[in-house]
């Protein structure tokens, strides 16, 4: 008789090599407060070394030369824009084990950032096939304020998606919430 134990472990890992990807949509708005400019704010998301230098778990960035298949890639076509792709490499680390450093892992990728009139889109094709859709943009409030509102698209294999999802919804907290901060005063 097989003990439970290994057809359990048998039938973990072949759910675990079953590629079912998943995608996951999600928008946040935050209120711009009333001491910030807006258009302060879209350029801030213009510049787009500093905007990705607000992400916490980036370690550093280089800018390399945009392929011109991204062009053609569905996420970036928008009438909006004109404006050119920009790629860089990012070097970040992810906590897998939130345990001492060995729990930490450097991962490389590639992103794209595209400035749109209100912000900016972002793609960024991380590794175990996680792609990472963003727009941020500066939108009119229905109380005559202004919302900086972040749509965010992932998509990856099943099991993933649950850390995936964590880490890019504190990313993106910590990315709005800093990104206002270096903005006050500004008008």
């Known amino acids: 008789m097989v003990p439970y134990k290994l057809l359990t472990g048998l039938l973990v890992a072949s759910l675990l090599s079953i590629n079912w990807r998943i995608s ?23 510049d787009h070394k500093a905007f990705i230098a607000l992400n916490p778990v980036i370690v550093d960035l280089t800018q390399v030369q945009t392929d011109p298949v991204i062009y053609e890639n569905e996420w970036f076509q928008t009438p909006e824009t004109q404006d050119p792709i920009e790629t860089y490499m990012i070097n970040s680390i992810i906590t897998i084990i939130p345990v001492s450093y060995w729990g930490k892992h450097h991962i490389q990728f590639p992103t ?61 907290a910590n990315i709005v919430r800093d990104l206002l901060k270096s903005q006050e005063g500004g008008i």
């Open 24 to 46: 996951k949509t999600r928008r946040v708005s935050t209120k711009i407060p009333d001491s910030i400019n807006p258009d302060a704010v879209i350029q801030a998301l213009h």
């Open 112 to 172: 794209w950032l595209r400035n749109t009139e209100t912000g900016v889109k972002t793609k960024a094709d991380a590794p175990l096939g996680v792609i990472v859709g963003s727009q941020l943009s500066v939108q009119p409030e229905n109380t005559g304020g202004w919302m900086l509102v972040v749509d965010l698209n992932v998509k990856c294999v099943w099991w993933v998606m649950p850390f995936v999802a964590w880490t890019y919804d504190q990313v993106y």
